[in-house]
């Protein structure tokens, strides 16, 4: 017995309400237009026979005229919304029907443009191919596959519309392919298609991607490779696996993308210049002369350059700019269009401040006042009685750890600070892994061990090292280590500088903790650890295995001491500044104003609200769901406090359009198989005979085909009934 | 009030000089004229013999056949008398219409036709009457052949109004019975009535013994219907408006005229009326004297 089956869908069924535009005829039909002129007339019976005789015989044919008219509009329509025909094919009874999984890759590099189309548009329009000619019997399920996998048909449908207008939503995510993101989706639309339909007998999933390599290397997925094979090795043995490479010719594309913008300062100050980095990369392999690359301050442009771009090489071009009011500020740097415009901008936001404030805690109340260590800190920081140097600087004891409020600080530098109570090691590490900057150092009274229970390794683990024992230095330079890290970078290129001179003859050692990120900044002429930096959360910790007193050497009457400080004070701070910088796939975070109660509301760039959660362990605090796209986001405050600025860019990996062929892909994930091109996928997919039967042509090209046919009787049909008579 | 001038072209006494409307069958009249009466007696056109009865004018015995035969016959003659015509106007309001082309209305043309063909009557020395009609009869002027009797026939035709609708069988029916002695007449009219109707009045009209000559005048429009795009046609004896594509509706309407047209001449014809169409685009003076000459031919050739 043999089954035929007919089913119409429509890849574009929002074309459909143009359907409503076949009443145009029809009103034009009715519409009486007024008439041109008015004539007396005295042959009005023979007028009015000819009207009963030609109403009679025209009638008709106006009618058939308008059918005509709105039938051609009408099959337009249709044309336009691109239906979908399943030819009837002969189906042996009890064969069961086949579910397909359908993955789109929806990374941004899916939004590369050739002279074939957008990858998008390609995979789209393959996998709709590929859904009118399966078996009308069959399932479908989609998977908009990016950084988060997302479920476009939580249930497994056969309905082609439906399908249809699930593809027409799936755009391109401003995020890179994640495999075992793709995956987890997978092995969950395999699931609900099992559970829709026990008659299900075959399932296969089918990948529309570009194949980049960034996302599907292997090394792209580091340790986690093993599990990701082994989970594809049982996920192959319940459904056949097929690549199709929707990416085209050529292999390479060439791209060049804006990977980064960076501040030279880490707070940018009210009245200052300021210098931008911007930072281009030019994939493929050819130069690139004379590319122009813009500088964007809230929306305007502020400066332009133009530079050679060499291949494979990544060019820094920088920017100066002065902000004239305080807040956040949006810097944007474009470079000019390419095929693939999404990377080729790329923001970040800039906390513009008056002054920058810094608390200077004091653990050494027994020395005279201008011998404290925090008084030699507060004149390198602010020479001046004022705040003229953009630095303001308060000096307190170590009460000021519990009973002022370190989010006003960008900076709190502890000055011979022997001891922390737990609640003190608790708001300090709060305060730096919300983004705040800590610089520590030590001196007389100091205690290693206390130091290391409370905020080292034993405690808050904020510090880059634990501390050590006291130990005197022998004469002789200091080792800066080329000058690479940032904190030391202002001294390169001026010799022997006095920095490298410094007097320490005592300090504490720095030992380095397992597992803990930490730059040695400088060290002692025997390597041995003196100034370290790290991270912790978003803030930054330099731990200073020296005074800021006399007590331990002359550090602080060194003339390197003024500029140390201030680049110690810059780096650490830099930590608040970036946290409203993030990548897309990152979640926003920050604290709530004090006179604030409520979650703020964050707005994306497509004008949606994120979700936004109290953050874990921080009753401030607030984190929201990840970022989506790259773009402005607008935090708001109910009490109105001025809203924040935050950005989030591009992870530049998929910037890079090398990508990696669909054996090599099939070889990654250890089971299925490439297709050779477009139309063997399609073959394979669906098998030949169903291929076969369709390639007789797309429905859109027959309906075509007719309204051409109708616009042919339409016209005649004119000339019949109001051809100029003799 | 208009007077002679305006319906007589100067230019026209000269275009029909010399030519006459000649009756084609006998007429009456009260004097002696150019026309075949229909009593027989002593005239000058011989009509046949008949045998001799006593009491009979010896002068009119045919000798030559007494002297053939030895019987006596008397030579009987043919009364000539002179011709009455009757200039029967149509006055009716779808007379007025002019189409966009025209120089004047059908009526007008009508009257200036009327007038030429009185002036012609007149100058022949025959009698002319005139009779206004639309739904009835609505003024007439008694036959006479004096020689202000043209400015009093132009009296009457310009002093009716085109207000009225058309009633044709009644007003040939009335006016069969009103006509006191044979004579010729002349129907002016549009006959956009129904053609059963015009002709069942004319044939009234031919039963009183009258010779019937049914003018037909006609606007160009009429004929070709010239007009383009959307047209409210507002009819003139009381029909609604319409509005048509004059475009697509002239093949049909042209149908509709050329199909009146033709019954009403076909109709004319088999009752003995002679059909003549007069454009009021074609020059009166031309048609008229083609007319009147082909008439006169007609008669001689009888």
């Known amino acids: 017995m043999v089954f035929l089956m007919w089913a119409i869908g429509f890849g574009n069924a929002s074309m459909l309400w143009w359907l409503l535009a076949a009443a145009a005829p029809i009103a034009l039909h009715l519409w009486r237009r007024p008439a041109r002129h008015r004539e007396p007339w005295a042959a009005m019976s023979l007028l009015s026979a000819a009207i009963e005789r030609q109403t009679r015989q025209a009638r008709l044919w106006r009618l058939a005229v308008l059918a005509a008219r709105v039938a051609a509009v009408s099959l337009i329509a249709i044309a336009a919304a691109e239906p979908l ?38 995979a789209v329009a393959l996998a709709r191919r590929l859904a009118s000619q399966a078996s009308p019997a069959d399932l479908f399920s989609l998977v908009a596959a990016s950084a988060a996998s997302e479920t476009m048909v939580t249930e497994p449908t056969s309905a082609l519309g439906e399908l249809a207008a699930r593809l027409d939503a799936v755009g391109v995510r401003h995020s890179a392919f994640d495999l075992p993101a ?127 771009l060499e291949p494979g090489g990544e060019t820094a071009v920088d920017f100066a700019v002065r902000f004239d009011a305080p807040g956040d500020h949006l810097i944007e740097v474009r470079s000019a269009p390419d095929n693939l415009p999404l990377d080729d901008q790329r923001a970040i936001v800039a906390p513009v401040r008056t002054v920058m404030r810094v608390l200077c805690v004091e653990g050494r109340p027994d020395l005279p ?7 030699y800190l507060a004149s390198a920081l602010a020479p001046g009685a004022d705040d003229a140097g953009g630095i303001a600087v308060d000096i307190a004891d170590e009460s000021a750890l519990t009973t002022r409020d370190l989010d006003q600080y960008d900076c709190v530098v502890l000055s011979a600070v022997g001891r922390f109570s737990q609640a003190e090691a608790a708001g300090l590490a709060r305060y730096v892994r919300r983004g705040g900057g800590m610089a520590i150092f030590v001196g007389e009274g100091v205690s290693a061990e206390r130091y290391n229970r409370r905020l080292g390794s034993a405690g808050e683990n904020i510090l880059p090292m634990d501390l050590g024992p006291t130990v005197q230095q022998p004469p002789g ?48 002429a025997g390597g041995e650890p003196l100034v370290a930096a790290g991270g912790a959360g978003r803030g930054r910790v330099v731990l200073v295995g020296a005074a800021a007193d006399v007590a331990w050497g002359g550090l602080p009457l060194w003339p390197s001491f003024v500029p140390l400080v201030h680049e110690i004070v810059l780096y650490c701070s830099a930590g608040r500044a970036q946290r409203r910088n993030v990548l897309v796939g990152q979640s926003l975070a920050g604290e709530m104003p004090t006179e604030e109660e409520s979650l703020p509301r964050v707005v994306g760039p497509d004008a949606k609200p994120l979700e936004v959660r109290p953050a874990a362990g921080d009753a401030r605090g607030w984190s929201t769901e990840p970022a ?71 429905a859109a090209a027959m309906v075509l085909v007719g309204v051409l046919l109708l616009l042919s009787v339409e016209a005649w049909l004119t000339w019949r009934t109001g051809r100029p008579r003799a | 009030m208009g007077g002679l001038h305006d319906y007589l072209d100067p230019r026209l006494p000269r275009e029909l000089e010399g030519l006459k409307l000649r009756a084609r069958r006998m007429v009456e009249g009260p004097l002696s004229g150019l026309h075949r009466g229909p009593y027989r007696g002593f005239s000058i056109e011989f009509a046949e013999h008949r045998e001799y009865t006593p009491g009979d004018d010896f002068r009119y015995l045919d000798w030559k056949v007494f002297g053939r035969t030895d019987k006596f016959y008397l030579k009987q003659f043919e009364q000539e008398t002179n011709l009455t015509c009757y200039l029967a106007l149509d006055v009716s309001q779808s007379m007025s219409y002019q189409g966009p082309q025209a120089g004047e209305s059908k009526l007008s043309y009508a009257r200036r036709a009327a007038a030429a063909l009185a002036y012609v009557v007149l100058r022949q020395g025959d ?68 053609v059963d109707r015009v002709v069942a009045g004319l044939r009234l009209l031919r039963r009183g013994r009258h010779e019937v000559i049914a003018m037909h005048v006609l606007d160009s429009a009429e004929f070709f219907f010239p007009f383009q795009g959307r047209v409210e046609f507002r009819g003139l004896e009381g029909w609604g408006p319409r509005v048509v594509e004059a475009d697509a509706l ?18 004319c014809r088999a009752h003995g ?30």
Not at chain 1, 93 to 119: A, K, N, Q, W
């Open chain 1, 369 to 375: 006042p201008r011998r404290q260590g925090g008084a």
């Open chain 2, 250 to 267: 002239r093949e049909a309407y042209r149908r509709e005229f050329d199909a009146h047209c033709d019954r009403l001449r076909r109709g």
């Open chain 1, 182 to 308: 793709a995956l987890t989706a997978v092995e969950r639309a395999l699931e609900a298609g099992r559970a829709a339909r026990a008659d299900v007998d075959a399932q296969q999933v089918v990948f529309f991607t570009d194949l980049q390599r960034g996302s599907w290397a292997a090394e792209s997925l580091g340790e986690g490779l093993a599990p990701f094979q082994q989970r594809m090795s049982e996920l192959g043995r319940r459904a056949a696996v097929r690549i199709v490479d929707v990416a085209g010719t050529p292999p390479t594309a060439e791209n060049t993308a804006v990977t980064a913008v960076q501040f030279a300062e880490a707070t940018p100050l009210v009245g200052r210049r300021v210098r931008v980095r911007g930072v281009l990369k030019q994939f493929g392999r050819r130069a690139r002369p004379g590319v122009g690359v813009e500088l964007w301050v809230d929306g305007r442009v502020a400066d332009r350059r133009r530079v050679d």
């Open chain 1, 628 to 698: 989506r796209w790259a773009g402005e986001y607008s935090v708001r405050f109910s009490s109105g406090v001025a809203p924040l600025r935050y950005a989030a860019a591009l992870d530049p990996r998929e910037s890079d359009l090398t990508r990696i062929s669909a054996d090599e892909a099939v070889r990654l994930l250890g089971c299925g198989e490439a297709a050779a091109g477009i139309e063997a996928a399609v073959v394979s997919a669906v098998g030949p005979d169903r291929a076969a039967a369709a390639a007789a042509g797309p």
């Open chain 2, 127 to 194: 009698f002319v009457g005139a009779i206004a009609f639309d739904e009835q009869l609505r003024g007439a002027v008694r036959p006479g052949g004096a020689a202000d009797h043209l400015r009093v026939v132009c009296e009457l035709l310009e002093s009716q109004q085109p207000i009225h609708r058309t009633d044709s069988r009644r007003c040939f029916e009335a006016l069969a019975h009103r006509l006191p002695r044979r004579g010729i007449v002349v129907v002016l009219s549009d006959f956009f009535d129904d």
């Open chain 1, 85 to 122: 025909h399943r030819p009837a094919v002969a189906r042996a009874p009890g064969s069961g029907r086949t579910h397909y999984v359908l993955v789109i890759d929806c990374s941004y590099s899916m939004d590369f443009r050739s002279e074939e189309g957008r990858r998008l548009d390609r």
């Open chain 1, 477 to 524: 330079p200091l080792d800066a280590f080329d000058f690479r890290h940032p904190i030391v970078k202002a001294f390169s290129g001026r010799g022997r500088t006095a920095l490298l001179t410094t007097p320490i003859e005592t300090s504490m050692a720095l030992l380095p903790v397992a597992n803990r990120a930490a730059e040695v900044v400088l060290a002692h």
């Open chain 2, 273 to 302: 009326i002679d059909y003549v169409l007069l454009r009021t685009d074609q020059p009166l003076g031309r048609v008229l004297s083609r007319f009147l000459a082909g008439r006169s031919g007609r008669v001689t050739a009888r």
